[in-house]
């Protein structure tokens, strides 16, 4: 089965629409988080985005932050993706985490040839990319024409309400090391297996998918090395610098700052629930008692630090990209570390908050509790482990070679 759709005539991509700019997508994800607040017990429920949620996605455009000015994008600043999905996180922790693998392989997909882009964004330029970047879990075979890919991955967050997707696999060489490869396939051409039954996150329909010796066009699959940064086949046409960086460092950035989003609402709900509530044992007024002043202060002060953290990485990638040249390997890891940091500070708060809220925040009604179930299960994703992204980066600081081939 090929995942191969008509390509848009090149004539037709000068004339997409332009998604708007940067503080207009800031605006839209502003004006979305009062409905998926109204939404998120429904998208719970359902175990996926309601289909209304996923047309909002793609009418506001917020998934297009990155993505480049010739298919329409908002080509905007690295740090739009953590101001867009801290919002979109405060209204709902499983869009956000959809909503993060939709930025972030709309990023990846710029470096794809352009026949691959032309295919998808030339015709649907407000496509939702999904992916699942676990090499070892598929394996392809060099075919005439493209590759026969086999396989099975999990966590393929996003997967029900995705147009495309980002399936990864090693390809069987001859003389020499296999070869990690990525393949673009459009959802209908995989099988989507309902696994995600889950503690938290429940509607970020994180399911299995798995191939059968399914064809994948050669000009719809990119080689690892190309996502590491420099020169590719897609920013021979996305010529602005950003489109130089690689994918990989600044993708803890991405999903940690979900999870910051998250940890923000859980802040936001509490200061309104302890505006009004009072002990039940003493009758206190919450609010003026100095243990629940120190919490509320901790949790923001966290919030408050990933950002900066962020603010921070993002300026330096984005400095990179202008000076036209590449992060080392201990910047790399640096910036992987500091985005691990960014989610341990986001669940750091979240579990202030859960101590504060006390006996009232173990309601499943309580949208608290829902965004620390969300939290917790987000912390569980390997960019939020500490163990492996601050032992790579402690491993250059040590002066041993770096041990993450992806970076």
Known sequence: MSSRIKTQHPALIGSIRPVGTYDQLLERADALIPILRKRAEETEASRQLPATTKIELADSGIARVLQPSRYGGCEGHFYGMVDILT??????GSTAWCLAQYIGHNFMLSQWPVAAQDEIWGVKPESLISGILIPFNGKAKKVEGGYR???????VSGVNTCDWCILSGMVDVTDGQDEERY?????GTFEIIDTWHAMGLKGSSSH??????????EHMTLPIDHLKGGPSPGNQINTAPMY???????????????????????VEHYRNFITEHKALMTGKVSRLEVPQQLKIAEAKVCVDAAHAIARDICNKLVAHAEAGTLPNDEERTKYRAHGTFIGLQAWRAGNVIWDAVMGRGVYESNPIARSYRD?????????????INGGSYGRILMGLPLDNPSL
């Open 87 to 92: 919002r979109v996180g405060r209204g709902c």
């Open 149 to 155: 890919l086999t396989g099975r991955w999990p966590f």
């Open 183 to 187: 393949f673009l396939m459009q959802n």
């Open 208 to 217: 299995d998918i798995a191939v059968d010796q399914v064809f994948v066009p």
């Open 244 to 266: 130089q960086m690689p994918s990989y460092a600044q993708f803890g950035i991405l999903i940690s700052s979900a999870s910051l989003g998250i940890a923000e609402g859980m």
């Open 375 to 387: 939290l917790s299960a987000a912390s569980r994703h390997f960019t939020h482990s500490w163990e």
